[in-house]
């Protein structure tokens, strides 16, 4: 069964560092790779998709990485803001051919300071 | 374009009612899911469907019920509620089972007592 930790579950930092957070999936068989931002009490935003053929994907101050040999992904956030305080899961699609659905990590809460 | 949109935003339920939550998107998506996140576990599968009339068993199906009669609808049933399935649900949808991204709804918050 495929499970999904992240690293941190908790970071808290000051305004314009650059941070990385860590994701990492124990079944290397993945479609892809899902980054989303969840603010509290509401939905989740899709930041970046990766295909499992994909080294990485970039969105503005986002950038986020795959290494599948190594069940490994990042997601790099540059010159963090205040906007960017949210919980940020990491979710991956199997290759096992059917429709199901993600299977999400656990999410690392981020806070940044003013 | 609303996207996927879902109601009601809240509910409270007495151990034993029933009530059905409902998903809708306005993306012409094949693919639709219901998730629901609990403190501590993460968003988990209910069940999902490829299309409309079919639906499929996810991770957690126990005590659920769905229905897709429309392409754009989704209803997750609950038919004798109890404290377990206190949580936030949420709809996603996408146009293909793989390679595509997830769009989600912003969320039902469902509380038994």
């Known amino acids: 069964k495929q499970e999904v930790t992240q690293i941190p579950a908790a970071l808290s930092v000051p305004e314009g560092e650059n941070l990385v957070l860590n994701c990492s999936f124990t079944?290397?068989?993945?479609?892809?790779l899902q980054w989303f931002r969840q603010d509290p009490g509401k939905g989740l935003t899709s930041l970046l998709l990766?295909?499992?053929?994909?080294r990485e994907q970039t969105s503005g101050r986002l950038n986020a990485s795959l290494d599948k040999s190594s069940g490994r992904s990042t997601l790099y956030i540059a010159a963090s803001q205040p906007g960017d305080s949210a919980t940020y899961l990491c979710?991956?699609?199997?290759?096992?051919?059917?429709?199901?659905?993600?299977?999400f990590g656990k999410g690392t809460h981020l806070i940044i300071q003013p | 374009n609303a996207g996927v949109t879902q109601t009601p935003k809240f509910r409270v339920l007495k151990t034993g009612q029933s009530m059905t939550l409902l998903c809708a998107q306005d993306?012409?998506?094949?693919?639709m899911y219901w998730y629901r996140q609990d403190p501590g576990m993460g968003l988990r599968l209910i069940h999902y469907?490829?299309?409309?009339?079919?639906?499929a068993k996810g991770e957690v199906p126990d005590g659920y019920n769905v229905s897709r009669l429309k392409k754009q609808n989704f209803l997750l049933g609950l038919e004798s509620a109890a404290p377990s399935q206190t949580s936030v649900y949420f709809c996603?949808?996408?146009?293909?089972?793989?390679?595509?991204?997830?769009?989600f709804g912003p969320g039902t918050r469902l509380t038994v007592t």
């Open positions: 993306m012409n998506h094949e693919y």
């Open positions: 979710a991956v699609k199997g290759s096992g051919g059917g429709a199901d659905g993600l299977t």
């Open positions: 990766i295909q499992s053929s994909q």
């Open positions: 079944d290397s068989a993945i479609y892809n």
């Open positions: 469907s490829v299309g409309e009339g079919t639906t």
């Open positions: 996603a949808s996408s146009y293909g089972p793989a390679g595509y991204e997830q769009y």
